[in-house]
C-alpha cells in the first residue's frame, strides 16, 4: 500500500513533491500541501478530507487529528496498513481536489488541461 500511495500521488497531474525533516515526503499541487508519507516505518500516511469525511475518519482506529494540521482538517493514518489501498485512493485524490479548487482560476484551468491530456 506505501508504494502505491506514493505512485498514486506522484501521478497526479501537476504534482510536485519535497522532502522534509523527519524522512518524509511531501505532495503538493500549486504549491499547496494536499499530501505527506513518512519514508520510514510505519509508514503513515496524512493528508487533507472534506469536513465530512474528517470526523468519520478520527472515529475509525488508527486514524488520528494530525498534530498542528487538525483544524484545516487533516487526517494521520498511523500505519499503512489501517485502510484498504483503493479507499486510500479515494481520500488522496479528494485531497488533490479539495486543494485544486482553491488555487487561483487560471492553475485550476491549466492543470485541468493536463489533467484531461494526460487521461
Not at 485544486?100 to 492543470?111: C, H, N, R, W
Request: one cysteine or more.
Amino acid at each position: 500500500m506505501f508504494d502505491n500511495a506514493l505512485d498514486f500521488c506522484q501521478s497526479l497531474p501537476a504534482v510536485t513533491t519535497e522532502k522534509k525533516w523527519d524522512n518524509e515526503l511531501r505532495f503538493f499541487v500549486g504549491e499547496k500541501l494536499f499530501c505527506m508519507i513518512s519514508l520510514d516505518p510505519p509508514y503513515r500516511v496524512s493528508f487533507k478530507c472534506s469536513t465530512s469525511h474528517y470526523h468519520k475518519l478520527i472515529a475509525r482506529p488508527g486514524i488520528i487529528p494530525m498534530p498542528h494540521l487538525a483544524r484545516y482538517h487533516w487526517v494521520q493514518l498511523k500505519q499503512q496498513d489501517i485502510m484498504p489501498g483503493a479507499e486510500l485512493e479515494q481520500f488522496l485524490h479528494e485531497a488533490y481536489d479539495l486543494i485544486l479548487e482553491t488555487l487561483p482560476p487560471y492553475e485550476q484551468e491549466a492543470i485541468r488541461k493536463q489533467r484531461s491530456i494526460s487521461a
